[in-house]
T-cell receptor, first 114, second 113 residues
Framework: NAGVTQTPKFQVLKTGQSMTLQCAQD?????MSWYRQDPGMGLRLIHY???????DQGEVPNGYNVSRSTTEDFPLRLLSAAPSQTSVYFC?????????????FGPGTRLTVL | SQKIEQNSEALNIQEGKTATLTCNYT??????LQWYRQDPGRGPVFLLL?????KEKRKERLKVTFDTTLKQSLFHITASQPADSATYLC????????????FGQGTTLQVKP
């Protein structure tokens, strides 16, 4: 199994540009999440999904959109990039159940917005 | 609001000693708590989970305690090795059986040979 994969690994955008960060998992996990990690801030939840067709906002959703058309894929869209969105983005997946299952993280996407 | 705090200062210890990391939380009653390890440039990796009705959990050289009265978890690495050098994150469930986690900012551990 490849686990959780993310593309691209690195990206530089200009302010106002749009892009999609890709995330896929091959473990048949129901739950998937997007986090951003900034220095000294830890991981902050952007959006999450408990299954195909179901998404909800996390702590810092503004400026980001998600959709979950399949169990495997959970893309994150930046509609109009801003310098404040410069960060490292992690996608994670976990099994459904008691809500206590470990999360499996992807390798991350390092995004710079100029 | 829910808040999780880990010591933001790096912890430097000598090889062979026991490292102890702290995770404190407020305004919250989590059903469980998780600890993750993160190496530079990589995603976090799950280490241990402890539930609210468990006082202690062990896995090899790792030990986690969970005191719901103090609202605190301690993470111990015994007989530490330079390979244990990394950032360690604690995470609490945010409730609602959704798998959503709230993470602390992490503590960086440096084990010197």
């Amino acid at each position: 199994n490849a686990g959780v994969t993310q593309t691209p690994k690195f990206q530089v955008l200009k302010t106002g540009q749009s892009m999609t960060l890709q995330c896929a998992q091959d473990m048949n996990h129901e739950y998937m999440s997007w986090y951003r990690q900034d220095p000294g801030m830890g991981l902050r939840l952007i959006h999450y999904s408990v299954g195909a067709g179901i998404t909800d906002q996390g702590e810092v959703p503004n400026g980001y959109n998600v959709s979950r058309s399949t169990t495997e894929d959970f893309p994150l869209r930046l509609l109009s990039a801003a310098p404040s969105q410069t960060s490292v983005y992690f996608c994670a997946s976990s099994r459904a159940g008691q809500g206590s299952n470990e999360q499996f993280f992807g390798p991350g996407t390092r995004l710079t917005v100029l | 609001s829910q808040k999780i705090e880990q010591n933001s200062e790096a912890l430097n210890i000598q090889e062979g000693k026991t490292a102890t990391l702290t995770c404190n939380y407020t305004n919250y009653s989590p059903a469980y708590l998780q600890w993750y390890r993160q190496d530079p440039g990589r995603g976090p990796v799950f280490l241990l989970l402890i539930r609210e009705n468990e006082k202690e959990k062990r896995k090899e050289r790792l030990k986690v305690t969970f005191d719901t009265t103090l609202k605190q978890s301690l993470f111990h690495i015994t007989a530490s090795q330079p390979a244990d050098s990394a950032t360690y994150l604690c995470a609490l469930d945010s409730g609602g059986n959704t798998g959503k986690l709230i993470f602390g900012q992490g503590t960086t551990l440096q084990v010197k040979p």
